[in-house]
């Protein structure tokens, strides 16, 4: 790989906006990594598709809700790119419509595990390696939060709009902690997208 090439690792980047996020990274110049926790044929087929365009790109494998993928995940990308310019937090879930006096303990706390701690592993994982206080060279994050987190949606989602008020602090509480080391820190927060995280 070009050394003065910029990379970019997006978690669920197989589908829907990760997807998206890839194709115009990949556009801009950037190598890209595209994580995917199950669907490897949809993650193979954005990766055929970035190199036809004369990109370059590869996928990995790592559920974001479990520490030892998303470590090695990261030394994939190590040994694929050997730097790492850009992350976006974008894996997530939702669930089907229910009351909070309907969701089981295994629902709440499988939504905090992915969308939240898992945002939390890969953000300490992205800041080891972009941080200059770990003699990295800087780098940016973006973290999917949603109009869920301000808008609590009452009788649909109250646990995963709760996970994305986590990331929203998330997302202040490290700008600051690294903003001194090289590292923008932000959020996006979408409104109802159509893409297949709901039926799925």
Same mark, same amino acid.
């Given at each position: %790989? ?5 990379? +970019? ?5 197989? /589908? ?11 556009? !801009?110049?950037?190598?890209? #990594? ?8 949809? !993650? ?28 090695? %995940?990261?030394?994939?990308?190590? /040994?694929?790119?050997?730097? +790492?310019? #850009?992350?976006?937090?974008? #894996?997530?879930?939702?669930? =089907? ?6 969701? &089981? !303990?295994?629902?709440?706390?499988? %939504? %905090? ?7 939390? +592993? ?6 080891? /390696? ?9 780098? *940016?994050?973006?973290? +999917? &939060?949603?109009?869920? *987190? ?10 995963? #709009? *709760? ?12 700008? /600051?902690? =690294? *903003? ?6 932000? !959020? ?13």
């Amino acid at each position: %790989m070009n050394a003065d090439k910029k990379t +970019l690792l997006v978690t669920g980047g197989s /589908r829907g906006i990760g997807a998206a996020i890839c194709r115009q990274a990949s556009r !801009a110049g950037y190598g890209v #990594a595209i994580n995917y926790v199950s669907n490897r044929a949809a !993650a193979e087929a954005l990766v055929a598709e970035l190199e036809a365009a004369g990109g370059e790109a590869f996928a990995v494998r790592g559920d974001v809700g479990n520490e030892a993928d998303v470590v090695a %995940m990261f030394e994939a990308v190590d /040994r694929a790119f050997g730097r +790492l310019d #850009a992350f976006v937090n974008n #894996a997530g879930i939702v669930d =089907v419509k229910a009351r909070v006096d309907e969701m &089981s !303990a295994e629902r709440i706390e499988r %939504m %905090m595990r992915i969308n939240v701690v898992g945002s939390f +592993l890969c953000a300490r994982e992205a800041v080891k /390696r972009m941080s200059t206080r770990h003699c990295g060279k800087g780098g *940016a994050i973006v973290n +999917l &939060s949603s109009a869920a *987190a301000r808008l609590g949606s009452p009788g649909e989602y109250v646990d995963y #709009a *709760a996970s994305k008020g986590a990331i929203d602090t998330l997302t202040v509480g490290l700008a /600051r902690e =690294v *903003a001194l080391e090289g590292i923008r820190v932000n !959020a996006v927060s979408p409104g109802i997208t159509e893409t297949d995280i709901h039926a799925s």
